[in-house]
């Protein structure tokens, strides 16, 4: 380990000169790349580095123990004791650090939340989880951008889907897919009986086109006049692209916004996407054993987690967590419960480590 740890430090250090360097800075793609990989290496060194000094301490306690004051030699033996154990915490800090992480971890994201079971509840329900996001993206300091939405006839939404982009973002939201249940008396109930409604959260990586190895001349763009609600503005300019993947015959197309450059954008996210779909389908079923979080089909009984508000009570069924914070949590503080999923998932994959 201490070979590999050394590796670690040095392409860290490295890294560290690149984001010096003129011609890095200059190519935005290129430092981006180069700056989150050097934040993720961070906790590393740092952990790495406060193990040597604590070593070299410890070096210097035992050394103690042959001098001939007896004062001496009992601080020396309660200094060894204490940094013994310090150093076998940072060893287990270490290696939990060094667990693989997924590979899409660091990639932004598509967001879309829906409306499942329970009329306009559940599409209320819809715009509780977007406001408890949001308000969580904001303390996370991630950007959102609008994509496409449908909302409902008495509030909320039947449909929204956004881009968040920012440091760590699926990494932390990939936990959120799948469908969650609510528990608590609608604003339409009038004789205050409890319903339960459900909304399915679908978090997706953003994909590039290196990560799917799409060779651009095999694309051919059209352009269109988009159709429909929109104004004339859609309708008297060609904001429609729709991109064909020449080998295997795939199209996809956007015209959900009036931005023809923002359209080609989701056009080719989407393109990306379907030619993906399979391996990203293998990907997420070799995690889903460990973090059970597939997107069902919005009924109740296919649950990811409960939001009961008569008792402020959440729970996430796949890790037996209860918390009772509701309130809290529907204001965005998600980071414990989050948190608290990737510990899960880690010791998984430890678990999956040893097994090997």
């Known amino acids: 380990m201490q070979d590999k740890l050394e590796a670690i430090s040095n392409r860290y250090f490295d890294l560290e000169e690149q984001m010096s360097d003129p011609t890095v800075i200059n190519d935005q793609a290129r430092f981006s790349k180069v700056h989150k990989e050097y934040k993720d290496l961070q906790p590393i060194v740092s952990t790495y580095t406060k193990l040597k000094q604590y070593e070299a301490e410890l070096k210097g306690a035992k050394e103690m123990l042959n001098e001939g004051d007896e004062e001496l030699r009992v601080m020396a033996k309660s200094e060894i004791n204490t940094l013994t154990e310090q150093i076998e915490l940072l060893h287990d800090e270490i290696k939990s650090l060094l667990i693989p992480k997924d590979p899409e971890d660091s990639k932004d994201i598509i967001l879309e939340i829906r409306s499942g079971t329970g009329g306009d509840e559940a599409s209320i329900f819809a715009g509780d989880l977007l406001r ?15 994509i496409d939405e449908n909302e409902g006839s008495v509030g909320g939404y039947n449909k929204i889907v956004m881009e968040v982009t920012g440091d760590d973002v699926y990494g932390k939201m990939k936990f959120e897919s799948g469908t969650h249940r609510v528990q608590r008396v609608p604003k339409t109930e009038a004789q205050g009986r409890v319903h339960t409604s459900a909304a399915t959260v679908a978090v997706m990586p953003k994909l590039e086109l290196e990560d ?22 859609v309708n008297k300019t060609e904001s429609g692209v729709r991109f064909t993947h020449i080998p295997t015959g795939v199209v996809a197309e956007s015209m959900d916004s ?38 069902g089909s919005g009924d109740r009984s296919e649950k990811i987690r409960t939001y009961n508000f008569p008792q402020n009570r959440l729970t996430d069924h796949r890790i037996n967590l209860t918390l009772y914070n509701l309130d809290a949590i529907m204001n965005g503080d998600i980071e414990d419960i989050i948190e608290k999923l990737r510990v899960a998932e880690n010791a998984e994959k430890m678990q999956g480590q040893l097994i090997e």
Not at 222 to 227: L, M, P, V
Not at 263 to 279: D, F, V, Y
């Open 258 to 295: 009036r931005s023809q450059h923002k359209n080609r954008e989701i056009a080719l996210g989407r393109l990306i996407a379907k030619i993906q779909e399979s391996r990203v389908q293998q990907h997420h079923d070799s995690i889903a054993a460990s973090r059970r979080s597939m997107v």
């Open 132 to 146: 408890m996001y949001m308000r969580y993206f904001d303390k996370q300091g991630w950007k959102t951008e609008l």
């Open 212 to 233: 799917v190895n799409i060779n651009k001349a095999d694309l051919r763009v059209d352009t269109f006049r988009s159709s429909g609600a929109g104004g004339q503005h």
